[in-house]
């Protein structure tokens, strides 16, 4: 690289003006949904194609009538298609079915005092949001002044547990560099702190020049999501930081020990390049494996997110060696924090913790442990309604379509595509004496009759989808006859939880096998890798507890975002948590034990590994999760409850694996295991291809110092 810096810098500031010039376009680019295999995904499918937003959930008008009326009233029939009137002028898009055009009972009240308007938006992928229901509510109470009207729907609450205005990546992404040059500066003490910052803003244009390549290739059934630009953006710039840190510190190191700067950057890639360069390698191949997952939302991350450790670490690799030989030097300036020897507080922690190892493993095992089981009691689900609920004009109509006998199932009511229309009253009939369901009803206009075919909607008495749903569900399936396909939101839901969490094992296995594999050849041992690879499940099973604690039971929810718990965690969150999680701490495992090899190599001892391992990146890692801690907390500010609930996890358990994991539970544990760590058997040297198969040679043996034996 040093002896082509011309070419080099070049290519990479073609390739960062092509960034700047396609990153505004990439927004535009990405397709909203999920792709996956299931009967519901299939049902909406049939769904909209022929009657658009049937899929959605419905909006729900309350019209309670004057004291002393029933349905059956005078009058009233001509008041309640006034409002059907109304809300078809304000709304004409809009497909609604109510009492006064269908004439089932389903839709009335307790006593008959009372009736409701289910109204559905007019494309697939649309929502009944508090715009839609904020019109329907107005028209209708013009249209029906005698009337009491209420307006809800699962969306307009939802929208009281969102912060107000529009989140932005630029804003994100700047508020995440501040944190992480304020980082910087205290590390390095000179301008050297903007290098690793300039190298992420490569890295995160670069990378967003790749998503932008990536939509064109991308199958149609599987689109990449909105949420992929936030992930790349924060999280990229966080890992690029990470590795360029990494890399210049010991560039620092070696410069401090009086070589020359081109002898200190060729020794700094020599020794934390080849980490940068492995830990990219087993982060990347933890992103992509979840591909595995079979829906479209979480593999357009996987694919996506091989982008971020794979780029960052080329960025680290190429153009950062190439400006360190050139600028290296002067940039370094004025260089208050000094980088000659070894930590004094991390080596005095790193004898301490070797010294009461049994309390220090003790300690953090008792940690991971208590919050791995919070996390057992993890709901992924969708909200229910009374979780949402805080105050305002919606959750008034949420309780007064209780009030009036009404079931919070109405909300999630679950429409049923029927193929011929003559197939609907039977199917109604059959539906009505489900005891988990509150009713059914089938409209009769021209909009609900589309090529034959009918829609029959069933209110379930509980919500489906969230935790509460009970049998509804598989009830109205086993009730259908054959040929009738059962969707909605809420079917939707379970069956992408089923299909994503079924594959789970699958992905796990993958990732710890190819993990345990790569950690063994790079580390040359057994004992390490296995323990790697079991912390890192331990530790994101602990960032699943504090997921639980803060989203599920709402500890801190109100002092962080102003809204109250969803009562639930979101189904996308756990696994994407994992996929990012288990490869980006496992970079910290790297950095940190590939000094404790190099110290052990150089000694001899294990325990003077440890001390020189630790005492050398303990600052480096702490700083690393910092920095990647303040990219994810910035990003925990998004309007998208999934995109909030992953950055919130993942800076959790960034911070809890550094601290806990890499700084308490690695030392104490390789303090106890001793010279087991590096065991390596000759059948695993040969497999692993260490040395040429049929020449394996007796490990070079060096002395035991009292301390190992």
Known sequence: MTRHRLLVGL?????????????????????????????????????????????????????????????????????????????AKAAPTLRTVSYATTGSQTLVGTGGTSTIVLAYPPHDGDDMDTTAVDALTGAAKAAAPNLTVHGTSLKSLAAGNTTSGNSSVLGELLVGALGALLVLAWVFGSFLAFLPLIMALVSVLTMQLLIYGLTFVMPSSSPIGPSVQYIVALLGLGLSIDYSLLIVTRWREERAAGRSNDEAVREAMKRAGHSVWFSGLVASLGLFALIVVPNSVVRGIGISGLFIPSTATLVALTLLPVVLSKIGPKVDWPRRSSTRGASRFWTRWSVGVIKHRVAAAVVGLGILCGLAGVAATINIS?????????????????????????????????????????????????????????????????????????????????????????????????????????????????????????????????????????????????????????????????????????FQHGWGMQALWGTNSYGVVDSFAPVLIFGFLFGVSMDYEVFILSRVREGYDRAGSTHDGIVEGISRTGRLVTSAALILFFALASLSTANDITVRQIAAGLAAGVLLDAVVVRMLLLPALVSLFGRANWWLPDWATRLLRLTPAGAAQEPERVPVPARDA
Do not use: C, M
């Open 11 to 87: 290519l990479w500031l073609v390739v960062t003006v092509v960034g700047v010039v396609l990153a505004p376009s990439v927004s535009g680019r990405l397709v909203s949904g999920n792709h996956l295999s299931g009967a519901a995904y299939t049902a909406d499918q049939q769904i909209a194609k022929q009657y658009g937003g049937a899929t959605s959930d419905p909006g729900v008008l309350v019209l309670n009538l004057p004291s002393g009326q029933t349905v059956q009233s005078p009058g009233v029939q001509t008041e309640l298609k006034a409002v059907d009137a109304a809300v």
């Open 382 to 550: 969708q909200p229910t309604s009374s979780a949402l609920a805080s105050s305002g004009s919606y959750t008034d109509g949420l309780e007064a379509l209780e009030a009036n006998g009404f079931p919070s199932g109405t909300l999630t009511a679950v429409p049923v595509w029927v193929p011929r229309a003559v197939d609907a009253a039977p199917i109604v009939t059959s539906l009505d004496k489900v005891s988990s369901l509150h009713g059914a009803v089938t409209p009769t206009d021209a909009s609900w009759r589309v090529g034959g075919s009918a829609i029959v909607i069933a209110i379930p008495q509980h919500e489906v989808g969230s935790s509460q749903g009970g049998t509804s569900l598989g009830d109205i399936r086993n009730t259908v006859p054959k040929g009738a396909l059962v969707g909605g939101e809420g079917a939707l839901s379970i069956d992408q939880v089923d299909s994503t969490y079924g594959a789970f094992p699958l992905l796990f296995a993958i990732v710890a096998v190819v993990t345990f594999l790569l950690l063994a050849r790079g580390l040359k041992s057994i004992l390490l890798p296995a323990k790697a690879v079991l912390l890192n499940a331990l530790s994101v099973a602990a960032s699943y507890g504090i997921l639980v604690l803060v």
